[in-house]
């Protein structure tokens, strides 16, 4: 069982930065993959970015490349999402995410309860 906690969010101007963190309980963090997501009012949820269990393997939505990293440190059992040159149009709720084994197959398991962010124009 692994539980997530969101942290980081607010509210900050267009072209600013915000740096989101996401808390992990568990031993065995290092082979989650670790993925966030976010979800705007009236939207479905998509995909923002992941990161394998090694952080040796990302990938990222065409939306945020360039301007979003997603990192993790394991030590800490913590997955960061570092948010910069943001857009109005980044405004939702931010969830982490993860799940056993590879980025690129099978579901997320688990889930965070989402923090806000909002960019105003």
């Known amino acids: 069982q692994v539980q997530l906690v969101e942290s980081g969010g607010g509210l900050v101007q267009a072209g600013g930065s915000l740096r989101l963190s996401c808390a992990a309980s568990g031993r065995t963090f290092d082979r989650y993959a670790m993925g966030w997501f976010r979800q705007a009012p009236g939207q479905e949820r998509e995909f923002v970015a992941s990161?394998?269990?090694?952080?040796?393997?990302?990938n990222y939505a065409d939306s945020v490349k360039g301007r979003f990293t997603i990192s993790r440190d394991n030590a800490k059992n913590t997955v960061y999402l570092q948010m910069n040159s943001l857009k109005p149009e980044d405004t939702a709720v931010y969830h982490c995410?993860?799940?056993?084994?590879?980025?690129?197959?099978?579901?997320?398991?688990?889930w965070g309860q989402g923090t806000q962010v909002t960019v105003s124009s």
């Open positions: 995410a993860a799940k056993y084994g590879s980025i690129y197959y099978g579901e997320y398991n688990y």
């Open positions: 990161m394998n269990g090694s952080g040796g393997s990302t």
